[in-house]
T-cell receptor, first 112, second 110 residues
Framework: ETGVTQTPRHLVMGMTNKKSLKCEQH?????MYWYKQSAKKPLELMFV???????ENNSVPSRFSPECPNSSHLFLHLHTLQPEDSALYLC???????????FGPGTRLTVL | EDQVTQSPEALRLQEGESSSLNCSYT??????LFWYRQDPGKGPEFLFT???AGEEKEKERLKATLTKKESFLHITAPKPEDSATYLC???????????FGAGTQVVVTP
C-alpha cells in the first residue's frame, strides 16, 4: 500500500447504527486530518491530529468521534447520524502542520 | 472572517484553448496557498504551494501565480485529461488548518 488509504470506500447506514471509518497513511507523516466534503460546498476541516494529539476540533457534533492510536492510523467513529451527514469523508496527512496535505480517496457515506 | 472565493464555478474549454482560474482570498497572516486537483470520486491531488506574492510554480501545462489578494492557475493548451475540479486552499498561521474554496470544475473537450 502506498500513500493514504481509507476503508470502507462506500458506507450506507441507518440513523441508529454505529460504524467506523479507517484511515492509514504510509508516508511517514506526523499529522493527520479528517475533512467532510458535501455536494456544492467547500471541504470542511473536522479534526486535526499532531503526533497523535488532537489539536483542532472544528465545532464538530459529538456524534462524530475521532481516534488516533498512532501517527499512521486515524479513525472516525460514527453514531446516531443524521441524513444531512451524508457526504464524502476524506482523510489527509502531512509531514508537519504547515506542509502540503496528501489525501486519501475518501469514504462515500450515505445516512438513511 | 477568512474567505476563499474561486471563479468561475465551471469552465468548458476546447482542447488547446488556454485559460485561467482565479482564487481570491481575504485572510490575515497567510502562511501558504495550495492548489489541488480533484477527479470525480477521488480525493484531492496536491499540485502546488505558493508562499509569497510574486511566486510562480509550473507543472506540465499548469502554472500557478500569487499576489497579495489572489492566485491564478493558468492552463496552457489543455488536453481532455486536464478535466477535473481545481481547488485552492489558504493556510493561516494556525497549525494545519486549511480553508478551501468551492472549486472550479474544468471540462476540456477534444
Amino acid at each position: 500500500e502506498t500513500g493514504v488509504t481509507q476503508t470502507p470506500r462506500h458506507l450506507v447506514m441507518g440513523m441508529t447504527n454505529k460504524k467506523s471509518l479507517k484511515c492509514e497513511q504510509h508516508l511517514g507523516h506526523n499529522a493527520m486530518y479528517w475533512y467532510k466534503q458535501s455536494a456544492k460546498k467547500p471541504l470542511e476541516l473536522m479534526f486535526v491530529y499532531n503526533f497523535k494529539e488532537q489539536t483542532e476540533n472544528n465545532s464538530v457534533p459529538s456524534r462524530f468521534s475521532p481516534e488516533c492510536p498512532n501517527s499512521s492510523h486515524l479513525f472516525l467513529h460514527l453514531h446516531t447520524l443524521q441524513p444531512e451527514d451524508s457526504a464524502l469523508y476524506l482523510c489527509a496527512s502531512s509531514q508537519g502542520g504547515r506542509d502540503e496535505q496528501f489525501f486519501g480517496p475518501g469514504t462515500r457515506l450515505t445516512v438513511l | 472572517e477568512d474567505q476563499v472565493t474561486q471563479s468561475p464555478e465551471a469552465l468548458r474549454l476546447q482542447e488547446g484553448e488556454s485559460s485561467s482560474l482565479n482564487c481570491s482570498y481575504t485572510v490575515s497572516g497567510l502562511r501558504g496557498l495550495f492548489w489541488y486537483r480533484q477527479d470525480p470520486g477521488k480525493g484531492p491531488e496536491f499540485l502546488f504551494t505558493l508562499y509569497s506574492a510574486g511566486e510562480e510554480k509550473e507543472k506540465e501545462r499548469l502554472k500557478a501565480t500569487l499576489t497579495k489578494k489572489e492566485s491564478f492557475l493558468h492552463i496552457t493548451a489543455p488536453k481532455p485529461e486536464d478535466s477535473a475540479t481545481y481547488l485552492c486552499a489558504v493556510q493561516r498561521d494556525s497549525w494545519g488548518k486549511l480553508q478551501f474554496g468551492a472549486g472550479t470544475q474544468v471540462v476540456v473537450t477534444p
